[in-house]
């Protein structure tokens, strides 16, 4: 199937992860960000009108294509579940849009992820079936910030005696599901949790972001507010003191889909190994890397980009959609290297009163972590991390006419 998409023109930025959790081949069709799952059915042929909720479809099927299935079984269950189509819908689109602008629109960063919020939007539907969209909205905020974790959301009973004898998830049986933090349970069967990527970082910022909208939204159900409060943009880059940069070169753009991927499904990690420094509050991870793309003419070029020096390094740069295109040369003597690179941002928040922060050995280990990775090159790939002031934060991380000029709290 990739060799076969590779021959459309329509298609770009092509990569196949073989070895995910889901395998998947991620593509933009016509700049359209799509992605591709398979799954083999023990079926003659695959009738038009076949319904995929039945769990007899699931008989003699192995666990990629169990899991490669369940995304669309989990949207269909949920569509089924609430009572009102509309209000869901809208709702959804409001919390996303919300969940998008204030950068905690990421399940691989340790955040909710897409089926998460939609399932945690079902469940306010369930609980007010005949409530409008904002009103749907205004409870989610305040039922979410005051739910007790870990308690887990669930839609429905979990299906945990199915002839077919799947694992569900049970904290009570397994021992790793008592490590969900904040357990949102999959609808359709076998049921798993949507979030067992959050950690204890990540947990608090969402908190504190959902106690930031329910002040919000209170002052706009009095008439004291407005929505566009509410969807106001984050200001991750301005907000803490100190980042860490992460970043990730390859020499080739297809190497570097599946490189920077790699780097960034383990990005948690690190957030893991960091929660156990003392004098470190908070690590935030934002929800996304930025792309960019070096023509280096020497050797000092490629230390400066390796170092995080883009700007006087880069000959052109483009934007992540442009990722993928053919580089042209930009003249027809000059010996240039092409380099991609993707960097991710954690913002640090030191405790109170620490006048030192060695993040050394965390560093090391997740370094040495990504570079186990089978298909790692070194003489293709590399991954620097550097410890970095706000007034060092390059442009491309800012809007146009955003200026760093001052620090806000967490909460605004």
């Known amino acids: 199937m990739h060799h076969t998409l590779n021959n459309f023109a329509e298609v770009s930025e092509l990569s196949s992860i073989t070895d995910a959790y889901v395998p998947v081949i991620n593509l933009r069709f016509q700049d359209i960000p799509t992605n591709l799952v398979f799954a083999r059915l023990e079926l003659a042929k695959i009738p038009n009108e076949l319904e995929i909720k039945e769990n007899s479809l699931l008989k003699n099927l192995d666990e990629i294509c169990i899991r490669s ?246 000959i052109n740069d483009k934007n992540d959609t442009e990722l993928s295109q053919n580089i042209q040369d930009v003249t027809d003597t000059a010996n240039i290297r092409v380099i991609y690179t993707t960097t991710f941002y954690i913002g640090l928040e030191i405790e109170s009163g620490s006048r030192q922060l060695d993040l050394t050995w965390p560093t090391q280990e997740f370094i040495k972590f990504v570079k186990g990775w089978d298909k790692y090159d070194e003489k293709s790939m590399g991954i620097t991390i550097r410890y970095v002031k706000s007034v060092e934060l390059p442009s491309e991380v800012f809007d146009d006419g955003e200026h760093l000029l001052k620090r806000t709290n967490i909460r605004s």
């Open 69 to 314: 299935l369940k995304g669309s079984r989990d949207a269909d269950e949920i569509l089924r579940l609430v009572p009102s189509l509309p209000a869901f819908r809208t709702s959804l689109r409001c919390i996303k849009l919300w969940a998008k602008r204030r950068a905690i629109y990421s399940n691989v960063m340790g955040f909710f992820g897409g089926v998460s919020w939609a399932i945690l939007v079902a469940r306010i539907c369930q609980l007010y079936p005949n409530a409008i969209a904002g009103a749907i909205v205004s409870r989610f905020f305040r039922i979410v910030y005051q739910w007790k974790w870990p308690h887990p959301v669930l839609l429905k009973p979990i299906e945990d005696n199915n002839p077919l004898n799947f694992r569900v998830w049970n904290p009570k049986i397994y021992h790793d599901d008592l490590y969900h933090l904040m357990p949102i349970i999959t609808p359709s069967y076998p049921s798993k949790c949507a979030t067992h990527n959050v950690t204890q970082f990540t947990k608090k910022i969402m908190e504190r972001e959902f106690g930031r909208a329910v002040d919000i939204m209170d002052h706009i159900m009095t008439g004291t507010g407005k929505w566009s409060d509410l969807f106001a943009k984050h200001n991750f880059f301005g907000r803490y003191r100190y980042y860490l940069q992460i970043i990730v070169l390859s020499d080739s753009s297809e190497k570097h889909l599946k490189w920077s991927g790699r780097v960034e499904s383990r990005v948690r990690y690190l957030i893991s190994k960091l929660e156990s420094i003392g004098s470190l509050a908070l690590a935030h991870p934002f929800a996304k890397g930025f792309n960019k793309i070096h023509h280096c003419i020497n050797d000092q070029m490629v230390k400066d980009v390796m170092r995080g020096v883009f700007d006087s390094t880069s």
